[in-house]
């Protein structure tokens, strides 16, 4: 029997951009009108952390004036700011970092964020963005050493892919579209994973399963999609575990899973949970175990939505070995869904 979730200690959610693009994903997350985080933004550009419409604000380093695309100033401008970037998190149960990659603050401040998160405790999921391949490849041989530094201390990390927005989102797309939509994949990945804690369910899933699963060892994956009409269900979960703007990899190996299913409670129906689960399912291993939940919102109206986390993926060859904890979150394209068998999964709560 699984009751709804009456009283639970809350759960703090800290969202902090870095640098000019962890700035910009900030503003689109606020403007969007996500609630329930804080939000912080940190910078060593003072001109564009001004730009920034959030009340918590850490400068990095002293000039204000910049990293000069130079990762070891950033690095070396965020290690100054350690106790300032300390204070910032205390209380936070969960943190989520964005940067972009390939330049100098991001690159170089996102890694020693993520250790002084490390360090407090706090269950760190990043989200960062790799860049064009027109920017040369000095700019993603850059930002792939980034990720590497920014891998070994996170227990989640989103990559994604700046040079499959022309793709994804057509031709014609204009600049602001394009990075508007990589800023959206951010906040879906945010906002689905605080839905999945602090929403109130018929089927609870905890901060405690979401530990669990964000810490698995190897990569990770989350998505969320939402769709309404008598396919909805199918719909939504064969989106969720597909986004084209995400580092690809297989549901297969994953170890843990987390799934959320949020629908209106008049429309929400035992099959639909069934019909969620079945497609997930094909996708992964026998032995995963996997907890799902299911969420009431009336305001969706005739629509569901579906969030997914996976974790305990195989790690990508290109990540050297040795990193402690190496949960690289990576999504992509589904392919055709296998034949449906049996997978033992859960109902948390």
Do not use: W, Y
């Not at 991001?106 to 020693?112: E, I």
């Not at 990390?157 to 394009?178: C, H």
């Not at 009431?296 to 579906?306: C, E, I, P, S």
């Amino acid at each position: 029997m699984h009751d709804h979730k009456h009283s639970q200690p809350e759960t703090v959610i800290k969202v902090i951009g870095i640098g000019g693009a962890g700035g910009n994903a900030i503003n689109h997350m606020a403007s969007a009108g996500l609630s329930g985080f804080e939000f912080i933004c940190a910078n060593t550009d003072a001109q564009a952390l001004s730009l920034v419409h959030v009340e918590k604000k850490i400068q990095l380093g002293e000039s204000g004036m910049g990293a000069g695309s130079d990762p070891i100033v950033g690095r070396e401008s965020a290690m100054r700011e350690r106790t300032a970037i300390a204070d910032a998190l205390k209380g936070a149960n969960m943190v989520f970092l964005t940067a972009g990659m390939g330049g100098g603050t991001g690159t170089g401040a996102a890694p020693v964020i993520a250790e002084v998160a490390r360090e407090m405790g706090i269950l760190t999921v990043g989200v960062v963005s790799k860049p064009f391949e027109f920017e040369g490849p000095r700019r993603m041989r850059v930002a792939e050493e980034g990720i590497a530094m920014l891998a070994k201390s996170v227990d989640s990390l989103v990559i994604i892919l700046n040079s499959r927005l022309e793709e994804v989102l057509g031709a014609d797309v204009t600049q602001k579209q394009a990075f508007a939509a990589a800023d959206d994949v951010l906040s879906k990945a945010v906002s689905g994973i605080a839905e999945i804690i602090t929403v109130p369910g018929m089927i609870n899933v905890d901060f405690e399963d979401v530990r669990t699963v964000m810490r698995q060892t190897g990569m990770a994956m989350m998505g969320s999609a939402q769709h309404a009409g008598d396919d909805r269900a199918v719909k939504a979960a064969e989106e969720a575990i597909s986004c084209p703007l995400l580092d690809g990899t297989n549901l297969h190996s994953a170890r843990g899973l987390l799934v959320n299913i949020t629908a209106s409670e008049a429309t929400l129906k035992l099959r639909e949970t069934k019909q969620v689960m079945t497609v997930i399912c094909a996708q992964t291993s026998e032995d995963a175990i996997i907890k799902f939940g299911a969420v009431f919102d009336d305001t969706l109206g005739d629509a569901m939505r579906v969030t997914v986390v996976a974790t305990g993926l195989n790690r990508p060859s290109d990540f050297a070995a040795g990193t402690r904890r190496p949960a690289i979150s990576r999504s992509g394209p589904s392919g055709v869904l296998g034949q449906v068998r049996q997978t033992r999964f859960e109902a948390a709560g």
